[in-house]
């Protein structure tokens, strides 16, 4: 049996597919089997996939159902003593999963090894580092506060671990990795990688860029928890809910600039800044914010994404 199984969950995915797989085949760590998960796709997808000459691949194909029950799927076929996921438009860094086990052999009591993420865009050209942050041991207060995880394809987790909490939420769609992470945080340590190991793809397109189907899952994510009745938590409740809706608020703002999008990123800056009135006293944020809204509002589509790509290149120089 192979100590790692990668789980790719695949629905038409059939420009990056190919690049994805092979950032798994090129890993430094070879004791591996690649389970992808063909999610109904009716593009080139298989026929790409069918056409890679690995030992180590497996393809499975189903009717579509989503992500969530596609990584299920997965597991049910992984034969690994741990367990990894990468979505079919992120990339791995050569390093990843040796530096992940590494750390999880060396930490017997945790039970996910996570590293930092990088944003990349449909080309592969970098755009910004995610949050980079570095927590060990018991985190769940941190990633209730902040999902720094930031995305599916990051952990590796123990076998045992996902079978004893259950599978992924297939009632939800855009929050299904920050349940399915607090869910392990609750019961295990996490041991961090500090280094920038996932290349996570923005589309604007893209599943993640449905907002108002994120912000409804999250809410309910969030209410989840303090139903549980820690009451450590109560304390914690305005910064949870300020800090979601800024995410919501920029995660709104990286996609296609429309009006309507924008009013919807000012009704969340509104939320975070009415759950975190200090955001007033911190105003460079605010402003960045501000200023998107009003571009994305104000402006034409192509006139707005224009300028703020202009702005965006004059501050990196």
């Given amino acids: 049996m192979p100590t790692i199984s990668t789980i790719i969950p695949a629905y038409n995915s059939e420009k990056t597919i190919r690049e994805t797989i092979e950032s798994v085949i090129n890993q430094s760590f070879s004791d591996l089997e690649i389970i992808v998960i063909n999610d109904g796709s009716q593009d080139?997808?298989?026929?790409?996939?069918?056409?890679?000459?690995?030992?180590?691949?497996?393809?499975?194909?189903?009717?579509?159902?989503?992500?969530?029950?596609?990584?299920?799927?997965?597991?049910?076929?992984?034969?690994?003593?741990?367990?990894?996921?990468?979505?079919?438009?992120?990339?791995?860094?050569?390093?990843?999963?040796?530096?992940?086990?590494?750390?999880?052999?060396?930490?017997?009591?945790?039970?996910?090894?996570?590293?930092?993420?990088?944003?990349?865009?449909?080309?592969?050209?970098?755009?910004?580092?995610?949050?980079?942050?570095?927590?060990?041991?018991?985190?769940?207060?941190?990633?209730?506060?902040?999902?720094?995880?930031?995305?599916?394809?990051?952990?590796?987790?123990?076998?045992?671990?996902?079978?004893?909490?259950?599978?992924?939420?297939?009632?939800?769609?855009?929050?299904?990795?920050?349940?399915?992470?607090?869910?392990?945080?609750?019961?295990?340590?996490?041991?961090?990688?500090?280094s920038p190991q996932i290349l996570y793809r923005v589309a604007p397109s893209s599943m993640s860029s449905n907002v108002w189907r994120i912000e409804d899952e999250s809410l309910k994510i969030i209410e989840k928890a303090f139903a549980s009745g820690n009451e450590s938590l109560q304390p914690l409740k305005r910064e949870i809910l300020a800090n979601r809706y800024k995410y919501l608020t920029f995660k709104t703002l990286d996609g296609i600039p429309e009006r309507r999008r924008g009013l919807v990123a000012a009704r969340f800056l509104g939320n975070a800044v009415r759950n975190d009135p200090a955001m007033l006293q911190n105003p460079v944020i605010l402003l960045i914010a501000l200023f998107k809204i009003a571009a994305v509002t104000l402006l034409p589509s192509k006139q707005a994404e224009a300028l703020l790509r202009k702005v965006k290149s004059l501050s990196k120089k």
């Fill in 44 to 194: 080139s997808t298989l026929e790409i996939v069918s056409c890679i000459s690995e030992p180590r691949l497996k393809v499975f194909s189903y009717a579509n159902a989503g992500v969530s029950a596609s990584r299920n799927r997965g597991f049910s076929h992984a034969t690994g003593e741990y367990i990894s996921f990468l979505d079919a438009d992120d990339i791995w860094t050569p390093d990843k999963l040796e530096a992940q086990l590494k750390a999880l052999q060396e930490n017997p009591q945790a039970g996910v090894a996570y590293s930092w993420t990088n944003w990349i865009d449909e080309s592969g050209r970098f755009l910004r580092p995610g949050l980079h942050i570095a927590r060990t041991g018991d985190v769940y207060k941190n990633l209730l506060v902040k999902d720094f995880i930031e995305s599916g394809s990051n952990p590796l987790i123990r076998r045992q671990a996902l079978v004893e909490v259950g599978g992924f939420d297939e009632s939800l769609m855009n929050t299904a990795d920050w349940d399915m992470w607090l869910r392990l945080a609750a019961r295990y340590n996490f041991v961090a990688v500090p």
